[in-house]
């Protein structure tokens, strides 16, 4: 099996900075996920992390440590819209034929 | 590019009724899964197709649940009979390679089922 752990509830300020982490504990660990989530909305893809180190993309960074077990999603200078649900995900398998296993989600309220 | 179509949207059903959700991937989509996603969880994965052979359906309760992807393309997820616990979204997802190893599934608006 797998377990995954993020913080439930993460609030911040427009044009902040946030982070949230991820935990996981999992057999065959591929790589790690982030997706988004808006109320009513399908889940988007953000970023993806095989190797350790950081994966930049516009304002959102994410972070692998396999060592740890530990990422993190980095959000920067943070809008209104970036209200929403952040989930975690494991990638387990192999290069060609793998599963993706989803955290519990963090709940991210931006305020004016 | 067309993404994931899933139908219907929302379903209301009462417990021990029967119901079906229907998912077409996107186009050369491979890769075609089914999550449930309840109220403030994230999405647990039901079953996995590769084409129009099963991957995994471990966590498939297969009692009352059951999944199909006829020539490699459509899927229908059904349940019968359902249950109160059934009451979920129910998302369908594609990829276009054999397996997410660049964590990215392409998923649809869901299909938002009530059981009373």
């Known amino acids: 099996g797998q377990s995954l752990e993020q913080p439930s509830e993460v609030t911040a300020v427009e044009g902040a900075i946030v982070q949230i982490n991820c935990t996981y504990q999992?057999?065959?660990?591929?790589?790690l996920s982030w997706y988004q989530q808006h109320d009513g909305g399908a889940p988007t893809f953000l970023s993806y992390?095989?190797?350790?180190g950081l994966e930049e993309t516009g304002r959102f960074s994410s972070f692998l440590s396999r060592s740890d077990s530990y990422g993190y999603l980095l959000l920067q200078e943070l809008q209104m819209k970036d209200s929403a649900s952040y989930f975690c995900?494991?990638?387990?398998?192999?290069?060609?034929?793998?599963?993706?296993?989803f955290g519990r989600g963090t709940q991210l309220t931006v305020w004016p | 590019e067309a993404g994931v179509a899933q139908s219907p949207r929302y379903k209301i059903i009462e417990k021990r009724q029967s119901v079906a959700f229907w998912c077409n991937p996107i186009?050369?989509?491979?890769?075609l899964y089914w999550y449930q996603q309840i109220l403030g969880q994230g999405p647990k994965l039901l079953i996995q197709?590769?084409?129009?052979?099963?991957?995994?359906d471990s966590q498939l309760p297969k009692d009352r649940f059951s999944a199909e992807r006829l020539k490699g393309v459509d899927s229908t997820l059904k349940i019968q009979p359902a249950k109160l616990e059934d009451s979920a979204v129910y998302l369908c997802?594609?990829?276009?390679?054999?397996?997410?190893?660049?964590?990215?599934?392409?998923f649809g608006e869901g299909s938002r089922l009530t059981v009373l």
């Open positions: 186009s050369g989509h491979a890769t």
């Open positions: 197709f590769q084409n129009n052979g099963v991957v995994d």
């Open positions: 992390n095989a190797l350790d």
């Open positions: 999992t057999s065959g660990f591929y790589g």
């Open positions: 997802a594609s990829s276009l390679i054999r397996g997410p190893n660049t964590g990215e599934l392409f």
């Open positions: 995900a494991v990638s387990r398998g192999s290069s060609t034929l793998g599963r993706l296993y």
